[in-house]
């Protein structure tokens, strides 16, 4: 589904040239639920921006999607960032249903699509209830739906719980869990929570501090469903503290 190999990536700013990924190779394949751990700056937002086709890679640099070449945005996936970014005038149902109306799909199809969606969401009962009206993380979860509408094969998500309470972004990871298990989409997740990665992933990439690099993929070989009050038991904790290990040893994590 993602091809990088040999991804760089240098931005031209006025004070000069900030390079932020060097030398990323990796593949993901269909249906695979990667995330990727790194420190503030590494270049993980940057890796999206390049999959999604919203900023281009330095000369040599391979980045497909689908087998394709990326040269400029790619349509055929959802995005969600860390804000839910929703237009306030328009209802939760009409949020979700801009997606469809963008990309001119029919109507009737994409509304009884986007209201199985926000079934799945708990969010049954707000569909005609605007943003403003609704927590953060309904907020997000409409946004999530919005994501998923046009039934993207690839779904994109740039710390999607980074504004959420503890509490409520510990039940969005279960619910992203239910619904990749339902859709089996391929994610590529974006997340500074160690515990998250492990819970939600098939593999988990550790990126280095900028210019961002690979540090080590991680497969998380636990069964599914993974239960949050599992995630203390120590097959959990093995990666966990694996994952600790190497920012340890970059020294992004001290070890008092
Ligand atoms: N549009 C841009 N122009 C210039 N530099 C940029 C731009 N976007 C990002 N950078 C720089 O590239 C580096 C990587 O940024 P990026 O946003 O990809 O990091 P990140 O890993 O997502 O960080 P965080 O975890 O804080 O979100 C940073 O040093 C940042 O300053
Ligand atoms: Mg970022």
């Keep these: ?26 593949e993901i394949g269909d249906g695979e639920f990667v995330s990727i751990v790194g420190p503030s700056g590494c270049g993980k937002s940057t890796l999206l921006m390049l999959v999604a086709g919203l900023t281009p890679a330095d000369r040599g640099s391979v980045v497909e999607v689908r087998g394709r070449p990326v040269v400029g945005p790619v349509t055929d996936l959802g995005i969600v960032f ?30 009884a699509r986007a209201l199985e969606l926000l079934r799945m969401v708990g969010l049954i009962g707000f569909e005609q209830k605007r943003p403003f009206e609704l927590s953060g993380g309904m907020r997000q979860r409409t946004s999530i739906c919005r994501a998923l509408v046009h039934d993207p094969p690839l779904l994109l998500m740039d ?12 039940q969005m990871t279960i619910d992203i869990q239910r619904i990749w298990l339902t859709t089996r989409k391929t994610v590529l997740f974006i997340t500074h929570s160690i515990m998250e990665a492990v819970l939600l992933s098939d593999r988990v990439v550790v990126m280095s501090p900028r210019p961002g690099r690979v540090e080590e993929i991680l497969t ?19 990666y ?17």
């Design 159 to 170: 710390e999607p719980f980074g504004a959420l309470d503890a509490l409520t972004r510990e």
């Design 220 to 238: 998380i070989d636990l069964p599914r469903p993974r239960k949050l009050d599992e995630s203390g038991a120590q097959e959990y904790t093995r």
């Design 1 to 26: 589904m993602i091809s990088l190999r040999d991804v760089d990536k240098t931005y031209q700013t006025r004070d000069g040239s900030v390079p932020a990924l060097r030398g990323v190779s990796l």
């Design 82 to 111: 860390q804000d839910a970014i929703l237009l306030d005038w328009r209802t939760v149902l009409d949020n979700i249903m801009l997606q469809a109306e963008v990309r001119r799909l029919d109507r009737t199809a994409h509304r």
């Design 240 to 256: 966990t503290s694996r994952i600790r290990e190497i920012f340890r040893a970059q020294g992004i994590l001290s070890r008092e």
